[in-house]
């Protein structure tokens, strides 16, 4: 009997070694031939499927769908005979891992260093990978006086950014070219009180939204993009609405919405994009660059499409749902509530409610 080969995590981005294991196509004990697909990774800004390299049998598969997994990390192992036994699992497999919030990205070492601490790891935005760095500089915040806002009263017309990640900064863009509102700062749990995005001060985390009501500031833009997990896009809405905010429909210069078409609160019309005639926009959805929702579509509440996104006239997006990037979706098709559609896929046929499509994949396969 040969030795069995082990099927290894690849580090697909050198900055985010972590992954998404976004979907599972074998089991233990399923014989695959080289060049089978195994599995489907995503990082926040690509999808890699990681076919077999050898013919054998699956053994000691120690992932499942939805988990996120490290470079290095091994999912299984090709071997000539279903009965072979896998050496015991080491430390960093799923057995061992510490306990997080589903969807965020976070090394062994983020983990045990925020266990250690009892540090509440929901600060986290799951766009980033968390690093153990990001983790003690937290927590080092975190033991510090908490920061007083400077007094300071603000115009009706003066807007928080809540995320200072890559959204954040085309939300500060946008904001610029359409010169309606003044962009008072940004609010982070885990950006340092006093840097700048752009230009832009941090005034702090959550604690301070409060106070920035009382101090004439009522209207916020949410920089949460909630790809890999919406719910944290949904959080920071509902943590806007309890502390007093509204949120505006946000439309950049470049994108274009027909007369009939009716956009809902916190809708935010990325550059280049398009949405047609008597097409409706749920509360809080994102259009991203380049979209296109065509006429007499409707997207539900929270509803994300990524940039390049097109959608045929008359489809329906449902609540939470996220679709990739180039996804390319059919005339009158629907796509359930919180369903996940991978980037660059063809969608010909319903999806159902809280259904995966692969990336790069037609659907209905």
Same mark, same amino acid.
């Given at each position: ?12 981005n ?13 089991? !233990? ?8 697909k195994?599995? =489907? ?65 976070? !090394? ?18 799951? &766009? ?14 975190s ?12 115009? !009706?017309? !003066? ?20 010169? =309606? ?20 001060p941090?005034?702090?985390g ?6 920035l ?51 809902? &609160? ?6 280049? /994009? ?34 390049? /996104? ?7 997006v449902?609540? /939470? ?31 159902? &409610? ?12």
């Amino acid at each position: 009997m040969s030795e069995p080969t082990p099927i290894i995590i690849p580090l697909i981005n050198p900055n985010e070694p972590g992954a998404l294991l976004a979907a599972l196509h074998i089991a !233990s004990g399923q014989h695959v031939v080289r060049g089978e697909k195994l599995c =489907t990774l995503e990082t926040t800004k690509s999808t890699v499927e990681l076919t077999a390299d050898t013919d054998g049998y699956i053994v000691g598969v120690a992932f499942k769908n939805g988990q996120t997994v490290q470079a290095g990390d091994i999912l299984g192992y090709l071997a000539d005979s279903p009965d072979w036994n896998p050496p015991p699992l080491p430390i960093t497999l799923p057995e061992a891992r510490l306990s997080h919030p589903e969807g965020l990205r976070i !090394s062994q070492a983020a983990l045990l260093l925020a266990q250690q601490h009892n540090f509440d790891l929901t600060h986290f935005s799951s &766009e980033l990978f968390v690093t153990e760095k990001m983790v003690q500089e937290l927590i080092e915040l975190s033991t510090q006086p908490e920061p007083k806002l400077q007094a300071h009263q603000y115009d !009706s017309a !003066s807007i928080i950014i809540y995320g200072g990640g890559g959204h954040g900064k085309a939300l500060i863009d946008l904001l610029r070219l359409v010169a =309606t509102y003044s962009i008072a700062g940004i609010v982070d749990d885990g950006l340092p009180v006093g840097s700048s995005i752009m230009g832009i001060p941090v005034l702090g985390g959550a604690s301070i939204l409060e106070k920035l009501v009382e101090q004439g500031v009522h209207l916020a833009a949410n920089a949460v993009g909630g790809i890999g997990n919406i719910k944290s896009r949904i959080d920071v809405f509902v943590r806007l609405s309890q502390a007093g905010f509204t949120c505006p429909t946000l439309v950049h210069p470049t994108a274009f919405v027909e007369l009939s078409a009716i956009l809902s &609160e916190g809708v935010q019309v990325m550059p280049h /994009a398009y949405v047609g005639s008597e097409a409706r926009v749920g509360f809080g959805a994102i259009v991203n660059t380049g979209a296109i929702v065509s006429h007499d579509c409707q997207l539900g509440d929270y509803a994300n499409l990524s940039p390049g /996104a097109i959608l045929a006239g008359e489809v329906a997006v449902g609540t /939470a749902t996220l679709v990739g990037m180039g996804v390319t979706v059919n005339l009158r098709v629907n796509i359930g509530s919180r369903a996940r559609i991978g980037n660059g896929a063809t969608i010909k046929q319903d999806v159902p &409610e809280s259904g995966i499509v692969r990336a790069g994949t037609i659907w209905p396969e």
